[in-house]
């Protein structure tokens, strides 16, 4: 146990829709990262934030976006679903903005019908 | 050049045997280079990982060996087990960014 959760574990929703996924770093992290894993990407970099702020984006598209507040967890809103968005999200934490480990959570398997 | 590309894309073992997987980048800026193991249902976990400053790490069964003026870094598991199977991604990162590129991942199962 890595000691990152997210929730939902499961997310079955429709084309169009609009979702939200909540992570909780470990305890004392302050930096969360968000990735994409789907068959075709493989696993890919979304947006991070560090203590309440954006400090990087991948690729992102601009129908998702995230937050982080300041208990530190983290949300990830993806809206307008489409069916290639179907996927595995993962949520990373580490403790600072830089120089050591990334820990992941169990994900959260999105599936859009 | 944010690319790491990553072989075999499978990989079969016998138990005991050795299994190899090799990582390729581009990007000179990639300080930091961690492998991860994923077993169907859970998230990535950190394996092991290595810096450019060294050519050779060893964790328990696991090593990766680090080539830098080749660009190229590969994790050796010896004495392969059938609890090893998994999916395994190596990355790569600049320190000061945090942000991971990942391979595209090798699945690999040791047959008992």
């Known amino acids: 146990d890595s000691g990152v959760t997210q929730t939902p574990k499961h997310l079955i929703t429709a084309t169009g829709q609009r979702v939200t996924l909540r992570c909780s770093p470990r305890s004392g992290d302050l930096s969360v990262y968000w990735y994409q894993q789907s068959l075709d990407q493989g696993l890919q970099f979304l947006i991070q934030?560090?203590?309440?702020?954006?400090?990087a984006k991948g690729n992102i598209l601009e129908r998702f976006s995230a937050q982080q507040f300041p208990d530190l967890h983290s949300e990830l809103n993806l809206s307008s679903l489409e069916l290639g968005d179907s996927a595995l999200y993962f949520c990373?934490?580490?403790?600072?903005?830089?120089?050591?480990?990334?820990?992941f959570g169990p994900g959260t398997r999105l599936t859009v019908t | 050049q944010q690319q790491v590309k990553q072989s075999p894309q499978s990989l079969i073992v016998q138990k005991g045997g050795i299994s190899i997987i090799n990582c390729a980048y581009e990007n000179t800026a990639f300080d930091y280079f961690p492998w991860y193991q994923q077993f169907p249902g859970k998230g990535p976990a950190l394996l092991i990982a290595?810096?450019?400053?060294?050519s050779e790490k060893k964790e328990g069964r696991f090593t990766i060996s680090f080539n830098k003026s080749a660009k190229q870094f590969s994790l050796h598991i010896m004495d392969s087990q059938p609890g090893d199977s998994a999916t395994y991604f190596c990355?790569?990162?600049?320190?000061?960014?945090?942000?991971?590129?990942f391979g595209q991942g090798t699945t690999l199962q040791v047959k008992p």
């Open positions: 990355a790569a990162t600049a320190l000061n960014t945090g942000k991971l590129i």
């Open positions: 934030y560090y203590n309440g702020e954006e400090r």
């Open positions: 990373a934490s580490r403790k600072g903005l830089a120089g050591d480990e990334q820990y």
């Open positions: 290595i810096r450019p400053d060294v």
